[in-house]
């Protein structure tokens, strides 16, 4: 296996992790700055005629992992891996970020879930979707109707 | 930063890299397998309610990295970030898989663009789609476009 290094950083309006909106319904529209090193710059040439991209980024303040978690959006424990909970064997976070604009080696997103300073892994393209109709959300569906039949 | 560890191993029909589908309209529709470790299982709970998943794992037969990559679905240079090239600062693949089913450990799936022995570092639900109408693909629509003009 292999130790991981930064490539940037995340600068997030996010200062601490209560902030991040969370739960059913919860809107990610945050916008915020992926900076990555310098020296990576030519690594991010025409990266800017993606409207999307993957963010993958280190939990970096996140310690251990369970097995079985509650989610904020729901009270029910499930898996982790079928969950997005940060305590996990490898604490790795993956975020779809819409490309604002590009400077330099500057990235202006919108969609920022992580904390600010949060060390990022990797940046790839947003390439395709899942068909619509073949997409199935699981517990988070399952949630999502329990909370909508709520009187 | 953190070293990585593997949680299970990816089953695949692909000994050798150039067995892959790679380049315009390649099709990744292979079946295989990914092996969780035994001991991560209780994390799979619930699991078979998503469709499809987020695999990342690890390009462990790449070595080093390259700013700029001619991808296999164009001839011209892109950024490295701006393409799924397997050398990055951090040899991390990403896949959008369907799920096909859970016994016990073993999650049987379509989709496969690893080598058979791939290590995994995580999974998580893909739990939503960008809007189609909100998605730019870059460097790759014009390839595509390019590729469909030719006579």
Same mark, same amino acid.
């Given at each position: 296996m292999f130790s991981t290094q930064p490539i940037g950083y995340v600068r997030s309006p996010y200062?601490?992790?209560?902030?991040?909106p969370k739960g059913l319904g919860a809107k990610h529209d945050a916008e915020g700055v992926l900076e990555i090193q310098a020296e990576f710059e030519p690594g991010l040439t025409d990266i800017e005629g993606f409207s999307h991209l993957f963010?993958?980024?280190?939990?970096? !303040?996140?310690?251990?992992?369970? $097995?079985? /978690?509650?989610?904020?959006?729901?009270?029910?424990? =499930?898996?982790?891996?079928?969950?997005?909970?940060?305590? !996990?064997?490898?604490?790795?976070? $993956?975020? /779809?970020?819409?490309?604002?604009?590009?400077?330099? =080696?500057l990235l202006r997103v919108r969609g920022i879930d992580m904390l600010d300073g949060t060390p990022i892994l990797d940046i790839k393209p947003y390439l395709s979707n899942v068909p619509q109709e073949k997409l199935r959300r699981g517990w988070l569906a399952e949630a999502e109707a329990r909370a909508a039949a709520k009187p």
């Open positions: 200062k601490d992790s209560h902030a991040i963010v993958i980024w280190e939990f970096d !303040r996140s310690e251990g992992f369970s $097995l079985l /978690v509650e989610p904020p959006s729901d009270n029910r424990p =499930h898996g982790m891996f079928a969950t997005r909970s940060p305590r !996990r064997p490898n604490p790795i976070g $993956l975020t /779809v970020v819409e490309l604002l604009g590009r400077e330099g =080696h």
